[in-house]
Each structure stands twice: as structure tokens, then as C-alpha cells.
């Protein structure tokens, strides 16, 4: 039986636990209690993390769409100008009008998939004590690259360029929808309006926008209901959700896989997830292949981390 330990018990980290059941030594968890931070949409392009888990997502029709501003260009320049602060395609470009298949997770996701760990998750641990220090055993890392490359030492630490995001959430009476409007109009503080089940989100990403949104949470959410035809009246609920890494913009990619191929190598550290390894597109999706290609890294240790691990 291999021996792991797993820092994180988001959801990177508890689908790592969940697959690897046994082999799992501890998840160890800075924060004081089980982290839900993800108030974004989350939609799953396949059922492979449902398959994995054995938890039954529903499988939904979503509509993505764009506002209609200037022109197909101006629009993507300017969604991705409100995103990130860079000139750069970007996932507006998918939203052609067309109805698309997707799968939803249940509301208590993060619950479920603790539920499934055969071990025990270790609250208000600080990572940074011990990381890369353990007693032989191998680590899962789901902390942001960027933290994990100061707590290891690694001396070529790049500008790692991201937007923190604010999520404006309210629950819509009497609603059952599933769809996406991209706003690259700059007079609106979103960039992105949804709509999922009966939640609207609107996604919003400047800086300082948090200090400026505070206290008008209800006209954002009404201005974003509104774009969407939904009644002001229908609106309730109305919160604000901070995330600190809302957008992030890649690095150097050959800077990327010798950290990550270095981390393994030299700590027995193997980061896991979108934050951790850097890489923007990446999809809980693509999480179940990368824990299984980790898996077979640490029972083979001399195999190449950088050329196994895909992205």
C-alpha cells in the first residue's frame, strides 16, 4: 500500500483522496473547517467525474450566448480586458448560440466527496511547516503554484498575473434554467451573467471591484437579472463571494514543468489541480486522468513527471 498525504481538501484535493481511498495517509487543511470556495458556475463538460465518484450529477441542456456590443472582435477584446487586463481570446469565443450538453453537480459536492475519504482530514494545518519535509511519505499539493514555489524554496519565481474574482449569487423564484451570457459591455461590472437551476451568478473581475461592490450587491443583481429578462421581483437571497484567484493568466510554460517536474523529483511533492500546476484551462475533468497519472508516478519513482503528466 502506498502512503500519501494530501494538502488541500478542496476539491482537487478530496477527488484525489476519493480515488486513491487507501493509499491515503491524512488530507491536511490550512483553514479551520471543510473549504467550499467555489461560487462560480460549475458545470462539467462529461460524466467522468460522476463515473469516478459515483455521485449522480444531472445532465442539463445549457445556452451560452454573447451580448451583443460592438462587434464579434471588440467583444472578445473587451471580455478578456474585464477578465484578466490582457488582450487575449478567450472562452467568449465559444459562446456561438448553440445549446450544448453539460452535467451539474449536486449542491453539496464538497460534502459528498469528504464523505468518501478513508481518511482523516486534519484541520488548521500550516502546510508550510512541514511541506517537502515529511517523513518519506509522497505529497499531493493542491496549493497555488506560486505559494508552493516559496514554501520549497525555488529561487526563479516568475510574475504570476491574476485577477481576484466577486461572485454576486441570488436564488430566482420559480426557476429551472441552465445558460450563459458573456458581457463584454465595459459599463457593467460583469463580465459574465448565469443562470444555474434556480442560482443567478454574476461574475465580475476588476480590481478594487470588491470594495466597490459591497453595498450594492442588490442593484448588481438586478442589473444582471435584468440582462437577462428575469424579473427584479423574482430576485432573493442576494450575496457577495470573494475569490481570491478568479482569473489567472498562464506563465512560462517551460518554467511551469520543471518547477512541477522539479517539486516531484527532489521533494516527492506532485502538484495537483488548476491552481497548483498553473494551467487556466484545466477542468475538474481533467483532474481524474492527473491523479491517476500521479498515482503511477509515485509507485514508479523513477519515472518523468513533466512527460507523463499532460497540460
Known sequence: MTSIDIVGAGMAGLLAAAMLRKDVAAIYEKSKYLPNNHSAVLRFRSSVVADTLNIPFKEVSAFKATQAWL???AEAMSYSAKTNGSYALRSITSADGRVSKR????SDLIQRMADLVDCPIVYGRDYRDWLGRSSGLSVISTVPMPVLMKALGWKEIPD???REGMNITATIDDAEAYCS???PDPRLPFARVSVTGDQLIAECYERGAYADLVGREEDV????AAL???DQDRIRDIRIHRQKYGKILPIDE????EFVMWASEKHGVYSLGRFATWRPGLLLDDIVNDVRVIHRLIRDKGASYAHKLKG
Not at 103 to 106: C, T
Not at 254 to 257: E, G, K, S
Open 71 to 73: 462587434n464579434p472582435i
Open 160 to 162: 504570476f498575473k491574476s
Open 103 to 106: 452535467y451539474i453537480a449536486p
Open 181 to 183: 451570457l458573456y458581457v
Open 228 to 230: 437577462l429578462g428575469i
Open 254 to 257: 517551460r518554467l511551469r514543468r
Open 221 to 224: 443583481a438586478a442589473q444582471a
